[in-house]
């Protein structure tokens, strides 16, 4: 559930996939949608005008604290998908990604979403920094 005034942003990401993230039945190997997921994510944050790598650096960090895919239908090497990744801020220390992976038809491989927790840099709970939270007007 969204707070009121905050609006989701989002973002997308194409990526084409490589021989080395399929399992031996030649699907993409689960894991490899959490690291398209961070990908997404990571892309979502440069788009919107801040790299984690600033973030980092003016000491804030968002670790994943959830993490959740369901598989819709298998991906297969040098297939091209798209990652499409939304936002929403759930509470002043708390953020939500979803993502949709997608193919070139248009049908969807899978859905996910992962939540973060703002901390600084000593790993301690914060309100998310001021720059994310202009982010969701």
Not at 14 to 19: A, E, F, K, P
Not at 46 to 68: K, N
Not at 81 to 91: E, H
Request: hydrophobic share 40%; proline share 4%; aromatic share 10%.
């Amino acid at each position: 559930m969204m707070l009121p005034g905050t609006a989701a942003a989002a973002s997308q990401t194409t990526l084409r996939v490589r021989y080395a993230e399929t399992d031996r039945m030649g699907a993409v190997y689960h894991a490899n949608y959490l690291v398209w997921f961070e990908v997404g994510r990571t892309d979502w944050l440069r788009q919107s005008g801040w790299t984690y790598r600033d973030m980092e650096d003016e000491g804030f960090g968002l670790p994943v604290i959830e993490a959740h895919c369901v598989y819709k239908q298998p991906v297969r090497y040098d297939d091209e998908v798209s990652i499409d990744t939304q936002t929403m801020r759930l509470s002043q220390v708390r953020v939500r990604f979803d993502y949709t992976v997608v193919l070139p038809d248009g049908s969807i491989a899978a859905t996910g979403h992962t939540v973060h927790a703002s901390v600084n840099a000593s790993g301690r709970p914060c309100r998310l920094p001021s720059r994310v939270m202009a982010m969701f007007r």
